[in-house]
Structure formats: structure tokens, C-alpha cells
């Protein structure tokens, strides 16, 4: 298994891939030189703490997601799309699984809704839609 380095580098050269920056476009946002961005992916140098906050807000993910905390996250996200059929990698579903986790006053919120009535439920339901389409 890889070590938190490992991630940390996989994770900021595939996060900055997905938003199809360069390590130059990345390393203007951070206001740091291309050779910082290439040292990190390359696992020469780590990002002090500052730093990845700052990565973390300007990739909206986690610390936690960062420095590769995730993987059990994503072998229990793969185990759950196994038990339920799901035959895709479902992404809103490991930011809502990593979300919870962050969140535990949330999870018992969630839960609570749950084992509500139907028609609770579906009132709650019409009025998250109203909330959320504004």
C-alpha cells in the first residue's frame, strides 16, 4: 500500500489534471514557482499545512481525501456498489460517504429522517427541493 506521500502526490497531480491546469497554472494560483508544484508531485517535497489548506479549498476536497485518508472510504464506497449492483463508480455517492464522516451530527440527522413516516419524509423532501432549487 502506498503511504501518505504517495497519495499526496498521486492526489494533487490527479486533482489538478481533472481541472486540466498545468503544474505552471496550478502554481500561479498558490502563488509558488512550477518547480514546487513538480517537487510535490514527484514526492521531493511536501506541502507544509498552510499549503494544503489552501489546495483543499482550491480543489474542494478534504485534507482527509489530500494525503490519501480516503482509501478505506473508497473499498468500503466499492463494497457497498457491490451489495447494491451498482455497476459504475458512483462519485456523489464517496462525497456523501465522505461528507457523513466529517459530519456526524449530520449522520444522526439523516438517520432520524430515515425512520420517519413516508408522508414526514415526503414533506421534508418538498421542502429540500424548494431550499435547493433557489
Known amino acids: 500500500m502506498m503511504n501518505n506521500t504517495s497519495f499526496l502526490a498521486r ?3 490527479s486533482l489538478r ?3 486540466n491546469w498545468s503544474q505552471q497554472d496550478l502554481a500561479d494560483r498558490l ?3 512550477h518547480g514546487t508544484i ?3 508531485e514527484t514526492e521531493k517535497e ?3 499545512i498552510e499549503t494544503l489548506i489552501e489546495l483543499s479549498k482550491l480543489f474542494q476536497v478534504s485534507i482527509d481525501y489530500l494525503v490519501g485518508n480516503h482509501y478505506e472510504q473508497e ?3 466499492k463494497e457497498f456498489n457491490q451489495l447494491y449492483q451498482i455497476k459504475q463508480a458512483d462519485e456523489e455517492l ?3 460517504v465522505d461528507y457523513l464522516k ?4 449530520f449522520k444522526d440527522i439523516l438517520h432520524k429522517y430515515i425512520n420517519q413516516s413516508i408522508s414526514d419524509r415526503k414533506l421534508m423532501e418538498d421542502m429540500m427541493s424548494i431550499y435547493v432549487n433557489k
Do not use: A, D, L
Not at 466529517?102 to 451530527?105: A, G, L, W
Open 94 to 96: 464517496m462525497h456523501i
Open 31 to 33: 502563488n509558488r514557482v
Open 38 to 40: 513538480s517537487k510535490w
Open 102 to 105: 466529517q459530519h456526524p451530527n
Open 11 to 13: 492526489n494533487i497531480k
Open 17 to 19: 489534471n481533472q481541472k
Open 46 to 48: 511536501v506541502p507544509p
Open 75 to 77: 473499498h468500503y464506497v
